[in-house]
Antibody
Framework: QVQLVQSGAEVKKPGASVKVSCKAS????????VTWVRQAPGQGLEWMGW????????NYAQKLQGRVTMTTDTSTSTAYMELRSLRSDDTAVYHC??????????WGQGTTVTVSS | QSVLTQPPSVSGAPGQRVTISCTGS?????????AHWYQQLPGIAPKLLIY???NRPSGVPDRFSCAKSGTSASLAITGLQAEDEADYYC???????????FGGGTKLTVL
C-alpha cells in the first residue's frame, strides 16, 4: 500500500539542527511532490514547503527561508527536511505528505521535534 | 492569523447537517484555486477528505460535500455521526504568497 514512514522523535537544544526523513513506498516516488507540514502543540497546520523529487525544485514558506532545506534521494525514495537554528517555537509534529497545492493525499505518521534547553 | 478564515468551532446533533466555512481572498480561492478539506481525528495525522471540485478519496462517504462561491468555500456534513467529531481544515494556494495556505481549523462537536 502507499505509505510514508518518517523517522523517530527528536529532542534538540536551541540553536541546533534537525533532519527528518520520510521514506515512500507503494508508488513511483518521482511522480508526486512532497510537502512538509508542521503542527505545534494545540495549534493548526502550517505549510513549510514543497519539493519535487523529479527535478529537485523547491518552494519554501517565507518565514522559514534560510533555515529550512528539503531534499530527496530518488534511489531510496526518501525525502528529507532539515531545519536549522532551532528555537522553542519550532517544537511541533512534522509531517511529510504526498502532493501539494492540488491536495495532499498520503500523510506520514508525523515526527515529534522538541526544542528545549 | 491564517490567510484562510474558518470558524473556531461548530456543533450539531447526530443526524443533523452542519457546514464549515472557509473565507479567503482574491489571491487564493477567489483567483480560482480549489479549496481542499482535511479531517484530523484526535492524536493522528490529518486525512484528505475532499479535493479539487468536490472529489472524495476512496472510503470517504458521500455525507461529505463541498461548495465554492467567490472568495469562499464550505464543507457540508449531512447525517452527522459521533465519529465525525474532529478538527477540519481547509487548504488552498495563494498566488500572492506563492504558497500553500491552510485555514486555522474548525473543531466539530457532535452533541
Amino acid at each position: 500500500q502507499v505509505q510514508l514512514v518518517q523517522s523517530g522523535a527528536e529532542v534538540k537544544k536551541p540553536g541546533a539542527s534537525v533532519k527528518v526523513s520520510c521514506k515512500a513506498s507503494g508508488y513511483t516516488f518521482a511522480t508526486y511532490g512532497v510537502t512538509w507540514v508542521r503542527q505545534a502543540p494545540g495549534q493548526g497546520l502550517e505549510w513549510m514547503g514543497w519539493i519535487s523529487p523529479y527535478n529537485g525544485k523547491t518552494n519554501y514558506a517565507q518565514k522559514l527561508q534560510g533555515r529550512v532545506t528539503m531534499t530527496t534521494d530518488t534511489s531510496t525514495s526518501t525525502a528529507y527536511m532539515e531545519l536549522r537554528s532551532l528555537r522553542s517555537d519550532d517544537t511541533a509534529v512534522y509531517h511529510c505528505v504526498r502532493g501539494g497545492m492540488n491536495g495532499m493525499d498520503v500523510w506520514g505518521q508525523g515526527t515529534t521535534v522538541t526544542v528545549s534547553s | 492569523q491564517s490567510v484562510l478564515t474558518q470558524p473556531p468551532s461548530v456543533s450539531g446533533a447526530p443526524g443533523q447537517r452542519v457546514t464549515i466555512s472557509c473565507t479567503g481572498s482574491s489571491s487564493n480561492i477567489g483567483a480560482g484555486y480549489d479549496a481542499h478539506w482535511y479531517q484530523q481525528l484526535p492524536g493522528i495525522a490529518p486525512k484528505l477528505l475532499i479535493y479539487g471540485n468536490g472529489n472524495r478519496p476512496s472510503g470517504v462517504p458521500d455525507r461529505f460535500s463541498c461548495a465554492k462561491s467567490g472568495t469562499s468555500a464550505s464543507l457540508a456534513i449531512t447525517g452527522l455521526q459521533a465519529e465525525d467529531e474532529a478538527d477540519y481544515y481547509c487548504q488552498s494556494y495563494d498566488s500572492s504568497l506563492s504558497a500553500v495556505v491552510f485555514g486555522g481549523g474548525t473543531k466539530l462537536t457532535v452533541l
